[in-house]
């Protein structure tokens, strides 16, 4: 288990913090959408359901917008756009 | 490869077994003696609070952290929710001779020890309720939260040696003035309590003279304990994280679709906005608060039922006076409670590897050590567990995660601060803050701001620490 984030495209970040519980998932989704671009997209997986909940209304107070969410197994994909 | 529909009839299929163990324990007790039932409303209290504090991702620490953290209010509205409803509840058994609740000592011990403890929940993940709550989730770190609770209390309570010179002649005075036994006032703890903390006044706002005087009747318990002590700084509380937090973002939107101006009526949408954002969260605030009061009307009638008013009666009815602290009693809250049954379970195992802890006052003389499968709060905590499980089973949200690496730091580092946050205020998120707000006990919001600042610190230090690791992942872009 570890903090993965990577440049993936032109744009486009993964931020991987499955394994991490609370506060570290939406800790790192805000450093995260800070250091990208505005318009770039962070794709976020995490496999901790509470953190979902935060990172869902964080988004939606800063105005970020949360192009997909789906779940694969255990695993919550988050595709965020920066506002 | 397993399809969905396995995976979810198998998690069905463990939902309906963990139920039927319960329920299984629940008609052994029964017919082992009906005395048990005490024990049994217990544990079905428990599985309830876990159920819903998992579908409402109900935690303390959320409620400061991710305000600092993330600036998200979901889960500070969510408890000031919960706390509005059971409030109300509160005063209304209090005014029917109905309530189990009682005061603490008021000090800034409270407050010291709130800041411990916010500090703790930060760094563990989740205050009390919330990592038993995610040990049900599978969550392993929240397992060793749990561990350092129990360990870290247990020791706390009973370490003497060198401590005892830290001890305040005054506190040392006091506590002799008491004349209680001698081999129970063996740790820098019994001095604390019997020499510092049993000497704090007891505040419920209900029961100030001035108060019961100019309030008459089950007025009091609703306007003093209820209204002034809780309903008023929700509110409060309630504008004010609205006016830091989120009145900006809904103001921008609800100026954008209004095409200019806006006015109060807009402000009022966006407190209500605010309240009902996370529909699970602020349900599951309404339901908890109604089922915390409704425990404590089953518990008094209860006890009103077997004419005790403390579990160590029954007990020694049943002939486990061995379980019983020097008075008689065992830890018996008559309510949601969580970490000193923590701190039982940490004795109890500390005294089969030979360690003596029956020579101090929190074991000893107050709380007793009752072999768990005979500790009603601490099968409350079994049953928490259990009903997250089922909860989390139900929704296809379980899965057992072995803490590594720096998990295991801050799962054992966290719970042993939450312990040592939690014993020298009697108590911890809930005990020592909801249900004392709730209660008219104005000491509980002294340990609310201590949780408050505690976490704004553990937050500032995640901060750093995630800094640090971003930082280094970036190195390469």
């Given amino acids: 288990m570890a903090m993965k984030f990577e440049k993936t495209g032109e744009g486009t970040y993964m931020l991987d913090v499955c394994g991490y ?3 570290h998932p939406q800790i790192y989704c805000k450093k995260s959408l800070e250091k990208i671009n505005e318009g770039d997209i962070l794709e976020l997986v995490i496999d901790n359901p509470s953190s979902a909940e935060t990172i869902i209304q964080m988004c939606d107070q800063v105005g970020h917008e949360i192009l997909e969410k789906k779940n694969e197994g255990n695993k919550i994909i988050f595709r965020i756009q920066k506002a | 490869m397993e399809t969905v529909d396995t995976t979810e009839k198998r998690n069905q299929i463990w939902a309906f077994l963990v139920t039927g163990f319960l ?6 007790y029964y017919k082992a003696n009906v005395y048990y039932m005490y024990v049994v409303v217990y544990i079905w209290f428990g599985f309830a609070y876990g159920m819903m504090l998992q579908y409402g991702r109900f935690c303390f620490a959320s409620a400061s952290r991710d305000l600092f953290a993330a600036g998200v209010p979901r889960m500070a509205v969510g408890i000031l929710v919960a706390l509005f409803f059971f409030s109300l509840i509160q005063a209304t058994l209090a005014s029917t001779n109905m309530s189990t609740f009682h005061p603490a000592p008021f000090g800034i011990h409270t407050l010291i020890s709130g800041v411990i403890f916010g500090v703790g929940m930060v760094l563990a993940g989740g205050c009390a309720s919330g990592s038993l709550y995610k040990i049900g989730e599978g969550n392993g770190t929240s397992i060793l939260s749990i561990l350092g609770i129990s ?13 005892l010179k830290l001890v305040p002649q005054s506190w040392i005075d006091s506590s002799n003035a008491k004349e209680l036994p001698a081999e129970k006032i063996t740790s820098w703890f019994d001095y604390y309590l019997t020499g510092y903390v049993w000497d704090q006044p007891k505040i419920q706002l209900s029961h100030v003279k001035s108060v019961s005087e100019a309030l008459p009747g089950a007025l009091k318990y609703f306007v003093a304990d209820s209204l002034i002590n809780a309903l008023i700084p929700a509110a409060i509380l309630i504008c004010v994280i609205y006016y830091f937090y989120s009145r900006k973002g809904f103001m921008k939107k609800r100026a954008k679709l209004k095409g200019g101006t806006t006015g109060f009526g807009d402000e009022l949408s966006g407190i209500w906005g605010m309240i009902t954002a996370s529909k699970r969260t602020t349900l599951m605030g309404v339901i908890i608060g109604i089922t915390a009061g409704l425990h404590i009307f089953v518990m008094k009638g209860m006890q009103i039922k077997f004419g005790i008013s403390n579990f160590g009666e029954l007990l020694e009815r049943m002939g486990h006076t061995a379980d019983l602290g020097i008075n008689g009693t065992v830890f018996d809250p008559g309510y949601w409670y969580i970490t000193s049954q923590e701190g039982q379970f940490g004795a109890w195992v500390l005294q089969l590897f030979g360690w003596d802890m029956r020579d101090n006052v929190f074991f000893g003389i107050n709380n007793g050590l009752p072999e768990p499968w005979r500790n009603p709060a601490l099968w409350m905590s079994f049953g928490i567990i259990f009903g997250a499980m089922v909860m ?13 690496g720096e998990l295991i730091v801050w799962g054992l580092l966290g719970g042993t601060l939450m312990g040592l946050g939690s014993r020298p205020a009697l108590g911890c998120n809930i005990g020592a803050f909801f249900i004392r707000v709730a209660g008219g006990d104005p000491s509980g919001w002294l340990y609310g701001i201590g949780m408050v600042t505690g976490a704004f610190f553990g937050v500032k230090f995640f901060n750093w620490w995630s800094e640090r690791k971003m930082a280094k992942e970036m190195e390469s872009f």
């Fill in chain 2, 23 to 28: 329920i299984l324990v629940s008609m052994l």
């Fill in chain 2, 151 to 163: 360990f870290g209390q247990a020791i706390f309570v009973d370490v003497g040696g060198p401590l």
């Fill in chain 2, 392 to 404: 989390s089973l139900l929704n296809k949200e379980f899965k057992f995660k072995i803490p590594k």
């Fill in chain 1, 21 to 23: 519980v609370c506060p």
